[in-house]
């Protein structure tokens, strides 16, 4: 079966990890060739103290090097750089640009291609550049015509795909992230949060939320432009990156719909050829998908004044349940374990190693 292959054309370095380091991590760890096209090394990203600014090219060292280590942190198979400078990508030359680009595309030869939409997420010039620089690469590499510097043969991709922000994240993450305006000439420009219904694309990555979090904190010169996310605790952050995973289809050769997604590679597996075999494992491996096991937690339920708080034995982590009643309280907590396991995986139970046997409510006297 040919091999699957993913490329993200972005701006700068973590791009990629701030911004899908969690479906990146997801789909290499699957066997998906993940690669990145960085279009600068994002020489003007200093946010320190102006007397210590490096310098445009040691400051671009600097986070080429801090770039590998995310990618090599997410799975990544390589990273190639378009080598123009930060904040002048929308005055480069758009045919030497494009060339580029296109040189890539068929060099990798990936079925799927994730850029920035038409507003840059949140009006970056850089942004909204290298998203129209891949729609007009994706045209010319296609093209027989079109002669690039390997001469390499044409290559036609199959989905392209805009990297969005929805409102549940966006709407969750602002108190966290101060003012999010900026201005760009006369402007002020700021982050625009894509509607629900305007995602045609939702991965569900949240047992890699940890891997990106790792990867967002190798762009060590980056860490003060996430405000509060930076300093949260690795179980914390991933909770909130969960709330990413959100995509637009701009184009697809293979499948249609309003129906979301799940899959950015959704009608590509089955056309790759499958055996009949290979397609009943799938429909097997679909079946089951929903069936879990039940395994049995010892909850604390405790009345207070105001109503009763839940809270499991034998979990790594902080989950609380709240409500009004007993029955609402173990519900809600019920919903709090399945959202914790799901999110960072079933290692976080001590069941396996040093189950919870019984518990006991005693009264002590201490000192205070």
Same mark, same amino acid.
């Given at each position: 079966?040919?091999?699957l292959?993913?490329?993200?054309i ?5 791009d990629?990890s701030?911004g899908?380091g ?6 290499s760890?699957?066997g998906?060739?993940?690669h990145?096209?960085c279009a600068t090394r ?10 210590q ?8 060292q600097?986070?080429e090097k ?6 090599e942190t ?6 190639h !750089?378009?080598?123009?400078?930060d904040?002048?990508l929308?005055r480069a030359?758009?045919a ?9 595309i068929r060099a990798?030869?990936?079925?799927v291609i994730?850029?920035f939409?038409?507003d840059g997420n949140?009006?970056h ?25 390997q ?10 795909y805009?990297?969005?922000d929805?409102?549940?994240?966006i709407?969750f993450?602002?108190?966290f992230?101060?003012?999010m ?5 006369d ?7 894509w ?14 939320c940890v891997?990106? !979090? ?8 980056q860490?003060t ?6 300093d ?7 909770q909130?990156?969960?709330?990413q995973?959100a995509?637009y289809?701009? !184009?697809s050769?293979?499948?249609?719909g309003?129906?979301?997604?799940t ?5 590509l ?9 290979e397609s ?8 089951t998908?929903g069936v879990?096991?039940?395994?049995q937690?010892k909850?604390i ?11 499991p034995l ?10 009004d009643?007993y029955?609402?309280?173990l519900a809600d907590?019920k919903s709090?374990?399945?959202f914790?396991i799901e999110?960072f995986g079933k290692d ?9 046997l019984?518990?006991?409510v005693?009264e ?5």
């Amino acid at each position: 079966m040919t091999a699957l292959k993913l490329l993200c054309i972005f701006a700068h370095p973590d791009d990629e990890s701030m911004g899908m380091g969690a479906t990146l991590a997801k789909y290499s760890a699957e066997g998906v060739d993940t690669h990145l096209v960085c279009a600068t090394r994002g020489q003007r990203g200093w946010f320190g103290p102006e007397e210590q600014n490096p310098g445009l090219s040691a400051l671009g060292q600097l986070r080429e090097k801090e770039l590998r280590r995310a990618a090599e942190t997410l799975g990544m198979k390589s990273v190639h !750089f378009l080598d123009y400078v930060d904040g002048d990508l929308d005055r480069a030359d758009p045919a030497e640009v494009i060339a580029r680009i296109v040189t890539h595309i068929r060099a990798i030869q990936p079925q799927v291609i994730v850029t920035f939409p038409p507003d840059g997420n949140y009006g970056h010039p850089d942004h909204i550049a290298i998203g129209q620089f891949t729609q007009a690469a994706i045209l010319c590499a296609v093209d027989a015509s079109f002669a690039d510097a390997q001469n390499l043969p044409p290559h036609r991709v199959s989905k392209l795909y805009y990297m969005v922000d929805g409102e549940t994240f966006i709407n969750f993450i602002a108190p966290f992230m101060g003012d999010m305006t900026f201005p760009v000439d006369d402007q002020i420009r700021g982050e625009f949060a894509w509607k629900e219904w305007m995602v045609t694309t939702r991965i569900d990555m949240s047992a890699y939320c940890v891997t990106a !979090f790792r990867a967002i904190k190798c762009h060590e010169s980056q860490m003060t432009t996430i405000g509060a996310l930076a300093d949260m605790p690795e179980e914390m952050a991933a909770q909130v990156l969960a709330l990413q995973g959100a995509f637009y289809r701009a !184009f697809s050769l293979v499948n249609g719909g309003r129906k979301v997604e799940t899959d950015l590679f959704e009608g590509l597996r089955q056309a790759d050829g499958d055996t009949r075999f290979e397609s009943y494992l799938r429909s097997i491996i679909r079946q089951t998908k929903g069936v879990r096991m039940i395994q049995q937690f010892k909850i604390i339920v405790e009345k207070h004044p105001d109503g009763y708080v839940a809270y499991p034995l034998g979990i790594n982590g902080v989950v609380v349940g709240e409500g009004d009643t007993y029955e609402e309280a173990l519900a809600d907590v019920k919903s709090a374990i399945q959202f914790h396991i799901e999110t960072f995986g079933k290692d976080v139970t001590l069941g396996g190693e040093t189950p919870v046997l019984e518990a006991f409510v005693a009264e002590a006297g201490v000192a205070v």
